[in-house]
Structures are given as C-alpha cells and as structure tokens.
T-cell receptor, first 115, second 113 residues
Framework: GVTQSPTHLIKTRGQQVTLRCSSQ?????VSWYQQALGQGPQFIFQ???????GRGNFPPRFSGLQFPNDSSELNVNALELDDSALYLC????????????????FGPGTRLTVL | DQQVKQNSPSLSVQEGRISILNCDYT??????FLWYKKYPAEGPTFLIS?????DKNEDGRFTVFLNKSAKHLSLHIVPSQPGDSAVYFC????????????FGQGTELSVKP
C-alpha cells in the first residue's frame, strides 16, 4: 500500500517542512492533497514519471519531487498557520497515452500543525 | 467556488436499512466520479466509481447513480452495516486530465445497530 512519514509533525511559522510518501508498487503517478479540518481533500499537484503533471490552486512555496524508486516528497517553505492540515499522498497507475487512472490509492496522511 | 458539494454533513441510519448519500456538482466538464470512504486516522479508501457514459454502477451492496442533467450523483448502501460508519467523500474529475480529483466536503454516516 501507500505509506507516508511522519504521521505527525509540529512546526513553527516560517519554517520549512518535507513530507514523504512511498507509492504502491507498480504505480508511476503520485498526487498530493491537503485536507483541512471538516473539509474534503484539496488537490495540490500531481507527478507522473517524475514530472509535474498538473497543479491546483496552491502557491509556489508548495513544491514536490518524485523519485524513480516510487517515493516522493512534498516540500512547504515559509510555513503559515493556515498550512495546518492533514496532507495526503495518493498513487495510481498511468495508462497508455497519458490518461491517468483516476482510481487513486491514498496513504494515511501526515498531520501537520503549524504554531 | 465549491464545484462538488455534499450538503449533508451527517446521516444516521438503522442497521439493515438503506443509506443514501448525495452529491451535487457544477462543472459540466466532469466526466468521471468516485466515492471514497474514510475512517479516522486512515486515508480515504476507494469505494466505487462511475463514468459519465453510464447512469448506474453496482458493486455488491454499493450502487452509484448519476443524473447528468441534474448534475447529481448518489451512493446507495443496501443493507447498511455498522462497519459502514465512516466519512464518505464524492469526487469528480475530467478523465483526460487524470489526477486532479475535486472532492466534496464529506458526509459522516453513522449506522446504528
């Protein structure tokens, strides 16, 4: 399955954070979502074969990387209080022709608290 | 701008009865819809999906109905079981744009024994 680390994290405003994800074996697409309390997950961005393949309405201080070994990172610079949320990583398998399989498999998330 | 809306934050149903969870969307470009279930401290788990070329998809106790003219979909769970108690999210996407899933706010289902 999809794993994420760490499970919980506390940072202070202005700091930087790196969250990690290990995709399901055989999946070449990873997406990151932010879920604020009481809300549904919001799409941050997606990586397909190590290239960014779409981005949601998040500022450039949210950045990502995908590595050849099915792992990926979400980096957030200059943390703000509103960045406090559950961060979810989801993996899926890309289909021929670049049509990404929509059935994404989620990890348990990293709970980030910014003080 | 909430493109996918789940207007009922919570739903309580008796065990054995039908649970109906509703979802509305505004973007007519959406052509693929999914339901996810989420337990506390776990990530969302894929439940069932439907393409816009269909109006119904069934998988065991779970059936999703899509009404494109009304931009409305619903998830029926029959019969409901206490283990179904969770938060249910509907999500929508344009299939050709792949991974950008737009989620609703979720509905918390409670199935009473």
């Amino acid at each position: 399955g999809v794993t994420q680390s760490p499970t919980h994290l506390i940072k202070t405003r202005g700091q930087q954070v790196t969250l990690r994800c290990s995709s399901q074996s055989g999946h070449n697409t990873v997406s990151w979502y932010q879920q604020a309390l009481g809300q549904g997950p919001q799409f941050i961005f997606q990586y397909y074969r190590e290239e960014e393949n779409g981005r949601g309405n998040f500022p450039p201080r949210f950045s990502g990387l995908q590595f050849p070994n099915d792992s990926s990172e979400l980096n957030v610079n200059a943390l703000e209080l509103d960045d406090s949320a559950l961060y979810l990583c989801a993996s899926s398998s890309g289909l021929a022709g670049g049509h990404i399989n929509n059935e994404q498999f989620f990890g348990p998330g990293t709970r980030l608290t910014v003080l | 701008d909430q493109q996918v809306k789940q207007n009922s934050p919570s739903l309580s149903v008796q065990e054995g009865r039908i649970s109906i969870l509703n979802c509305d969307y505004t973007n007519s470009m959406f052509d693929y819809f999914l339901w996810y279930k989420k337990y506390p401290a776990e990530g969302p788990t894929f439940l069932i999906s439907i393409s816009s070329i269909k109006d119904k998809n069934e998988d065991g106790r779970f059936t999703v109905f899509l009404n494109k003219s009304a931009k409305h979909l619903s998830l029926h769970i029959v019969p409901s079981q206490p283990g179904d108690s969770a938060v249910y999210f509907c999500a929508a996407s344009n299939y050709n744009q792949g991974g950008k899933l737009i989620f609703g706010q979720g509905t918390e289902l409670s199935v009473k024994p």
